[in-house]
């Protein structure tokens, strides 16, 4: 299986593999949007887990007849825990998750970040208004 495939104008397609040993954790973002746009489009998210911060922001488009997708990939290296992701909106709103997994694909709707997990990877069915949980503020522009 190939991870990429490049289409170069007027020659063979290149095809990349990567067979690098899997060492550390990762998580990934992916961001829908509620009162701003759908994909979360000009989002800045950032991710805390330790000492590690780490900030990425959603783009619609990066290249010529390409696409980078929509989702964020933060690697975490030792980490297997996620403490605090910061989303601002760029419609000015922060959501703000807790204790968050590692090793994901985690998505965050505006204005309602998940729950954190239980320690055993389950999270609650109830919603709560603890603000352990999750807050959802507006942010001055």
């Known amino acids: 299986m190939y991870d990429a495939v490049i289409v170069n104008a007027r020659a063979e397609p290149t095809l990349l593999r990567n067979e690098s040993s899997e060492q550390g954790h990762w998580l990934q973002v992916r ?34 007849q390409s696409h980078y997708g929509m989702r964020l990939h933060f690697g975490l290296g030792p980490h297997r825990r996620v403490d605090r992701i910061e989303v601002r909106w760029i419609g000015g709103g922060l959501d703000v998750c807790r204790d968050v997994e590692a090793d994901q694909q985690f998505i965050i709707t505006e204005g309602r970040c998940p729950p954190p997990a239980l320690g055993n ?10 603000p352990a949980f999750g807050e959802s503020t507006p942010v001055p522009p």
Do not use: C, M, W
Request: aromatic share 4%.
């Open 31 to 64: 961001l829908r949007g509620a009162r701003t746009n759908r994909d979360g489009v000009g989002a800045r998210v950032t991710v805390i887990a330790g000492d590690l911060v780490q900030t990425d922001e959603v783009h619609s488009g990066r290249g010529y």
């Open 121 to 130: 990877g389950e999270y609650p069915q109830k919603k709560t208004s603890h």
